[in-house]
């Protein structure tokens, strides 16, 4: 019923001279759609989002399969401190973003960079003085890192471990300023998790990944509740539980 | 039950921002202590300061009955060993594995240099990673096998204090599981005591004794596992364990199974 995909991955492999990484890997996603890949450390799960977004590490190469897409993607890397300029002050950096993608004033790039900033949560005083990265917690560099991801008003926005920085309720926080977001501005994400929870709550579908291969795909509610391969049981039956806080009320 | 490890009214400043203030905290031996809290109350900065990385502007660190000073001796720099919350960053890019482990167990002479290689190959193997992983470097692995090549370097040189900042947050949940494992059985067979932060309360439940709980710079609460999960004593502690995020399963099972 909807129009055409707006991201299409079909059979992609990719590897590292002789050594395969990724194989035959396929997903597609309309927009204002998420995709949540979770799946085994060292699976293929951050190579996957870095040939989306076309900046393969040097060494690692597409060997085969395509990816097609219309829009323009922006990615929120897993390490957050590395991804960011050390040398920069941060609303500096978010505020560069905005100017040169949004293509708006200087004065109305800090007022954007400002705004978003607050919507994450990140301190007041960063208005009045601007820290480097150094001088962050890893929580508020991870959220700069959205900021900018947000800021290049992307048509898919890739997201690696976005939140595992985080304390829970910031964590809620971020998840629904993302998901009004998503749901404003209509783009599409591709989300990776080790939170099958989060995975859930955020994405229709779901694709688990093991070794390089996607191993079993489908709707997220459904796929948890039935896992069919043995791989995504033995995932779902590591998540650890957590005892009944009293006195809440348990919907 | 003796005292591992004592702080005393620790405060610390970043130019005019107060990170720690006045913060006081005992971990008994061969305990865990999870610390738990808001994103920038001051977990990493009090991690740092006990692995002696920087210094308050008053207060003190007693490991057993030693006041650590601002200089440490390499016996007490061996017996508080820390994970850090990115480990990419102190991991020198030019140097293979072999040597980002080796050259811990023989600055601290934990084996001699003909057990090297045996030992980084028993290492990797517990943090379940294959021994071809050795002769690479960092950069080419991914952000879980590089957490868990810190987790083993840090291990190697057998520390009576374990410092872990976020150390499984990269982790698949089944890994994850596997590390926490070995964190406990590590944890008896070294008779190791652990401070371990986390913002993954699951895990924060499955490795802790007792739990501790930031905010803004201050301990807000400190408790045993047990009491902060089912009567947590602030309503901030509530608030954090209310937030987790849950498995939908749970929700809907007994629906038309
Ligand atoms: N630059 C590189 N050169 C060679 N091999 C690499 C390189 N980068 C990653 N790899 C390998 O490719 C595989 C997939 O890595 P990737 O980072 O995509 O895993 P991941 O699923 O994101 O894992 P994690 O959950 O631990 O972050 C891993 O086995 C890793 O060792
Ligand atoms: N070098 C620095 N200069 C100025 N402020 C700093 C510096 N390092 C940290 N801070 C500030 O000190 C506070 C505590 O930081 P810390 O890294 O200890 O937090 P944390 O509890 O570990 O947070 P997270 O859960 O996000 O990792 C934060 O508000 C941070 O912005
Ligand atoms: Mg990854
Ligand atoms: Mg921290």
Known sequence: ?251 | MSTALRIEDLTVHYDHFTALDKVSLEIQQHTTLGLVGESGSGKSTLARVIAGLISPVQGQVLLGSQNLGKKRSREQHKKIQMIFQNPDSSFNPKHTIRQILAEALLFHQIVDRSHVDRRCKELLASVRMDESALGRYPHEFSGGQRQRIAIARALSVEPSILIADEPTSALDVSVQLSILELFNKLKSELNLTMLFISHDLGVIHAISDNVAVMRQGRLVEVNTKEQFFTRPSTAYSRELLSAVPKMPTSQLSGGFL
């Open chain 1, 1 to 251: 019923m909807s129009a055409s995909p707006i991201l299409e991955v079909e059979e992609l492999s990719l590897a590292a001279g002789s050594k395969t990484l990724v194989s035959g890997v396929g997903f597609s996603l309309d927009r204002g759609e998420s995709l949540g890949l979770v799946g085994e450390s060292g699976s293929g799960k951050s190579l996957t989002l870095r040939a989306i977004l076309g900046l393969l590490p040097r060494g690692v190469e597409q060997v085969g399969g395509t990816i097609k897409s219309e829009v323009r993607a922006a990615m929120i890397f897993q390490d957050p401190r590395k991804s960011l300029d050390p040398l920069c002050p941060v609303v500096r950096q978010v505020e560069e973003v905005v100017y040169y993608r949004q293509q708006v004033s200087r004065k109305a790039a800090r007022t954007i960079a400002l705004e978003l900033l607050e919507m994450l949560g990140l301190p007041d005083s960063l208005k009045q003085t601007d820290r480097y990265p150094s001088q962050l917690s890893g929580g508020q560099c991870q959220r700069i890192v959205i900021a900018i991801a947000l800021a290049c008003k992307p048509g898919i926005l890739l997201c690696d471990e976005p939140t595992t920085a985080l304390d829970v309720t910031v964590q809620q926080q971020i998840l629904a300023t993302i998901t009004r977001l998503q749901q404003e501005l209509d783009f599409a994400m591709v989300f990776v998790t080790h939170n099958l929870a989060i995975a859930a709550t955020l994405c229709s579908k779901l694709c688990v990944m093991k070794q390089g291969s996607i191993v079993e795909h489908g709707d997220a509610l459904s796929l948890l509740q039935h896992p069919q391969h043995p791989y995504t049981q033995m995932l779902i039956d590591s998540v650890l539980p957590l005892p009944e806080l009293e006195g809440s009320a348990s919907v």
